[in-house]
């Protein structure tokens, strides 16, 4: 069972930045991605960014492209997302999620689908005000 721990949510403002780890407890031959959702009070969990490790293929939101950035380190280990430019409508909690695919996603949507993800986080706080 591969466990999730997210660390480096927080209480910001508009404009700020923030950075989220995750650290895997291992390094599994269940897990070949890894990625970031988020759900914020009154809504749906949405995908936030993914990495495909096989290829090192990165697949981003749209909300995301341009302010967020993910890389690994560690292998199949450890994930962090960069966030900059946060707005207040980024508020949300944070979920890590690992999962496993034979082949790598062809679509975005497909990437960013929690159907995809086998393994999830506690979830950290990210909270920006205006």
């Known amino acids: 069972q591969v466990q999730l721990v997210e660390s480096g949510g927080g209480s910001v403002q508009a404009g700020d930045s923030l950075k989220l780890s995750c650290a895997a407890s291992?390094?599994?031959?269940?897990?070949?991605?890894m990625g970031w959702f988020r759900q914020a009070p009154g809504k749906e969990r949405e995908g936030v960014a993914v990495?495909?490790?096989?290829?090192?293929?990165?697949y981003y939101a749209t909300f995301a492209e341009g302010r967020f950035t993910l890389f690994s380190a560690n292998a199949k280990n450890t994930v962090y997302l960069q966030m900059k430019n946060l707005k207040p409508e980024d508020t949300a909690m944070y979920y890590c999620?690992?999962?496993?695919?034979?082949?790598?996603?062809?679509?975005?949507?497909?990437?960013?689908?929690?159907?995809?993800?086998?393994?999830w986080g506690q979830g950290t706080q990210v909270t920006v005000s205006s």
């Open positions: 990495i495909y490790f096989p290829t090192e293929t990165r």
């Open positions: 291992e390094s599994s031959d269940n897990v070949n991605l």
């Open positions: 999620a690992a999962g496993w695919r034979d082949v790598e996603p062809r679509r975005v949507v497909t990437a960013l689908s929690q159907d995809t993800f086998d393994y």
